[in-house]
């Protein structure tokens, strides 16, 4: 439930103008400018004036009303406030005093007065249905749910029974563990009143419990009231999902999606949903039927974002890649605006491995969006894998320059910078470049582990690299590369019983997909004499060696296998 807002009254003050109680010829002329003013929306001026009024005539109850209006507007709270409550002593039966004084304890978060107002005022006016609308309001954001079923009652003895209400006290039973009355609630409801919305409810209520039948009996009668209702669309689609009837699940979730009652964010969360939990076999399975959902889902609004990013996103996880990349492409050209869509597009470049493309649609977006330097990270890493390292490096460098004086994004420049380095053999600018990251933050896991790394394999500084290497896993102690670093280093440093210890753990997050954290482990036990498991480690090694990553390995394994035979 909403508190009242100042906005949402607005219009609904500004509607009722009260006759002022002269004094004389001046107050009158004074109220009546004023009036004038306020209903054009100067309420200052308005204010200006009344405040002359009120000096002048302290018995004046409308002019005080007004004040209090235009103070609730300019946000003068404890003025308003007063001078409400002396129009209210002033005249006490007047209904729009009282009334704004409700509105002015709600919305200053004080729901307990505002009750306590609209309560009396009931006592006074018991026809007027809309208060009784405001204290459900009320009694909902004081968490009183016996009030707000009373207040129910009371409406529908005064207005008549209403689905809004029916729903309502459906909720309210619902939320309070009482499922059984609020169900019969329904029930009683849709026995003289037919609602597509209270069948679809009550339908949706009977699939919770796995009672499918009832529930498609009901969405069948929600659908007979209104054919193209999309909650009950949805729901009898997810009853023949559930029986496995899936012919008719495909069917009914077609007529959802092709359903101009539903809307396109619906949709989406339906499309959405459907994708993430059904089982990969399932996907391939039907992919033919889900293609066709999909084509519908789209023909709804083949320009939406949403819609094309959804779609873009399952076209490339079914391995479409070429339509996948029409949907971000349409999308990056339709919102050239769109931050993240130029982000997706980008994405998806990279997955594409289309380098050339990068490097352009990179600069283009930098040139668009001059404060995200992510636009010339990515065109870095476009060169990067072009094997263009020193342009690589100049797109670092670009953002060191551009971005002086943002922390995390020339850490993670110099960090770039340094691994590039050491791709070109210069280790003495990649370390002074890492040093300049670390600088800006010592404690960062990345940087750290690479630096270590780099070090430990020219044997330089051991000391330092061990350091290192220790503070990067305590700051990540589950990454599987800063684990092997830590490792391999206290190998070389012949510490090969603790760096088992690391390559263990190493093993439990991810390391056995990595070909040359597996080599290492297995160095590492056939170093403590543990030859049979380093023969495992080392086949694993293997496997995942496809690349070549490790070009030495298989001879290098031969030589180690040849001396545990001698």
Same mark, same amino acid.
């Given at each position: 439930?909403?508190?009242?807002?100042?906005?949402?009254?607005?219009?609904?003050?500004?509607?009722?103008?009260?006759?002022?109680?002269?004094?004389?010829?001046?107050?009158?002329?004074?109220?009546?400018?004023?009036?004038?003013?306020?209903?054009?929306?100067?309420?200052?001026?308005?204010?200006?004036?009344?405040?002359?009024?009120?000096? $002048?005539?302290?018995?004046?109850?409308?002019?005080?009303? +007004?004040?209090?209006?235009?103070?609730?507007?300019?946000?003068?709270?404890?003025?308003?406030?007063?001078?409400?409550?002396?129009?209210?002593?002033?005249?006490?039966?007047?209904?729009?005093?009282?009334?704004?004084?409700?509105? $002015?304890?709600?919305?200053?978060?004080?729901?307990?007065?505002?009750?306590?107002?609209?309560?009396?005022?009931? =006592?006074?006016?018991?026809?007027?249905?809309?208060?009784?609308?405001?204290?459900?309001?009320? +009694? #909902?954001?004081?968490?009183?749910?016996?009030?707000?079923?009373?207040?129910?009652?009371?409406?529908?003895?005064?207005?008549?029974?209403?689905? !809004?209400?029916?729903?309502?006290?459906?909720?309210?039973?619902?939320?309070? #563990? =009482?499922?059984?009355? *609020?169900?019969?609630?329904?029930?009683?409801?849709?026995?003289?009143?037919?609602?597509?919305?209270?069948?679809?409810?009550?339908?949706?209520?009977?699939?919770?419990?796995?009672?499918?039948?009832?529930?498609?009996?009901?969405?069948?009668?929600?659908?007979?009231?209104?054919?193209?209702?999309?909650?009950?669309?949805l729901g009898k689609s997810e009853v023949y999902? !559930?029986?496995?009837?899936?012919?008719?699940?495909?069917?009914? *979730?077609?007529?959802?999606?092709?359903? #101009?009652?539903?809307?396109?964010?619906?949709?989406?969360?339906?499309?959405?949903? $459907?994708?993430?939990?059904?089982?990969?076999?399932?996907?391939?399975?039907?992919?033919?039927?889900?293609?066709?959902? !999909?084509?519908?889902?789209?023909s709804c609004a083949p320009n939406d974002s949403?819609?094309?990013?959804?779609?873009?996103?399952?076209?490339?996880?079914?391995?479409?890649?070429?339509?996948?990349?029409?949907?971000?492409?349409?999308?990056?050209?339709?919102?050239?605006?769109?931050?993240? *869509?130029?982000?997706?597009?980008?994405?998806?470049?990279?997955?594409?491995?289309?380098?050339?493309?990068?490097?352009?649609? &990179?600069?283009?977006?930098?040139?668009?969006?001059?404060?995200? @330097?992510?636009?010339? =990270?990515?065109?870095?890493?476009?060169?990067?894998?072009?094997?263009?390292?020193?342009? @690589?490096?100049?797109?670092?460098?670009?953002?060191?320059? #551009?971005?002086?004086?943002?922390?995390?994004?020339?850490?993670?420049?110099?960090?770039?910078?340094?691994?590039?380095?050491?791709?070109?053999?210069?280790?003495?600018? @990649?370390?002074?470049?890492?040093e300049k990251a670390l600088k800006l933050d010592?404690?960062?896991?990345?940087? $750290?582990?690479?630096?270590?790394?780099?070090?430990?394999?020219?044997?330089?500084?051991?000391? =330092?690299?061990?350091?290192?290497?220790?503070?990067?896993?305590?700051?990540?102690?589950?990454?599987?590369?800063?684990?092997?670093?830590?490792?391999?280093?206290?190998?070389?440093?012949?510490?090969?019983?603790?760096?088992?210890?690391?390559?263990?753990?190493?093993?439990?997050?991810?390391?056995?997909?990595?070909?040359?954290?597996?080599?290492?482990?297995?160095?590492?036990?056939?170093?403590?004499?543990?030859?049979?498991?380093?023969?495992?480690?080392?086949? !694993?090694?293997?496997?995942?060696?496809?690349?070549?990553?490790?070009?030495?390995?298989?001879?290098?394994?031969?030589?180690?296998?040849? &001396?545990?035979?001698?």
């Amino acid at each position: 439930m909403k508190k009242f807002a100042i906005s949402a009254i607005a219009a609904l003050i500004s509607a009722f103008i009260l006759p002022a109680a002269p004094d004389n010829a001046e107050t009158d002329a004074l109220l009546v400018d004023a009036v004038s003013l306020y209903n054009e929306g100067d309420y200052a001026g308005a204010r200006d004036r009344l405040l002359s009024l009120t000096s $002048l005539s302290g018995n004046n109850d409308a002019s005080f009303y +007004y004040l209090g209006l235009c103070d609730f507007y300019l946000g003068n709270l404890e003025d308003a406030e007063r001078s409400l409550k002396r129009a209210v002593s002033l005249d006490s039966g007047n209904f729009w005093y009282r009334e704004r004084l409700a509105v $002015l304890y709600a919305a200053t978060s004080r729901p307990e007065l505002a009750v306590e107002v609209y309560e009396e005022l009931l =006592k006074d006016f018991p026809k007027n249905v809309n208060l009784y609308y405001s204290l459900v309001s009320l +009694y #909902g954001e004081l968490g009183k749910p016996d009030s707000i079923l009373n207040t129910l009652a009371e409406i529908d003895a005064v207005a008549g029974k209403s689905e !809004m209400v029916a729903m309502v006290r459906y909720n309210v039973l619902s939320q309070t #563990g =009482k499922e059984e009355e *609020a169900f019969a609630s329904l029930e009683e409801f849709n026995r003289d009143y037919t609602s597509a919305q209270v069948l679809s409810v009550m339908g949706d209520a009977k699939l919770s419990r796995y009672e499918d039948s009832l529930a498609l009996g009901y969405y069948g009668d929600a659908l007979a009231c209104e054919p193209l209702y999309a909650p009950a669309l949805l729901g009898k689609s997810e009853v023949y999902r !559930m029986r496995r009837d899936y012919p008719r699940f495909f069917e009914a *979730a077609g007529e959802f999606l092709a359903a #101009g009652t539903a809307g396109t964010e619906e949709k989406t969360r339906y499309v959405t949903s $459907l994708l993430q939990h059904s089982d990969p076999n399932f996907i391939r399975n039907f992919l033919p039927h889900l293609d066709t959902l !999909m084509s519908v889902y789209r023909s709804c609004a083949p320009n939406d974002s949403t819609v094309l990013q959804t779609a873009g996103s399952y076209y490339y996880a079914t391995e479409r890649q070429i339509k996948a990349g029409e949907c971000f492409s349409k999308n990056r050209n339709l919102y050239p605006e769109s931050l993240s *869509a130029r982000l997706i597009y980008i994405q998806y470049l990279v997955s594409s491995r289309n380098w050339t493309a990068l490097l352009s649609e &990179s600069e283009q977006g930098f040139g668009d969006f001059p404060e995200e @330097a992510d636009f010339l =990270k990515m065109k870095s890493f476009a060169f990067y894998n072009l094997q263009d390292y020193p342009s @690589a490096i100049s797109e670092y460098e670009r953002i060191v320059a #551009g971005f002086p004086g943002d922390k995390g994004v020339l850490t993670d420049a110099y960090a770039g910078m340094g691994d590039l380095y050491h791709l070109l053999g210069n280790s003495a600018k @990649a370390y002074k470049t890492y040093e300049k990251a670390l600088k800006l933050d010592s404690s960062n896991a990345a940087v $750290l582990n690479n630096y270590a790394y780099y070090l430990c394999l020219e044997g330089r500084n051991m000391k =330092k690299a061990e350091q290192m290497s220790r503070t990067a896993v305590e700051k990540e102690p589950d990454n599987a590369t800063y684990l092997d670093t830590l490792g391999w280093i206290l190998y070389l440093r012949g510490q090969c019983k603790e760096a088992k210890t690391h390559f263990k753990r190493a093993m439990l997050y991810g390391g056995k997909e990595e070909a040359t954290i597996l080599d290492h482990y297995a160095e590492v036990l056939y170093a403590l004499g543990d030859f049979d498991l380093a023969k495992v480690y080392w086949n !694993m090694a293997v496997s995942k060696n496809k690349g070549g990553e490790i070009p030495d390995l298989e001879s290098r394994i031969e030589e180690r296998m040849s &001396s545990i035979r001698k």
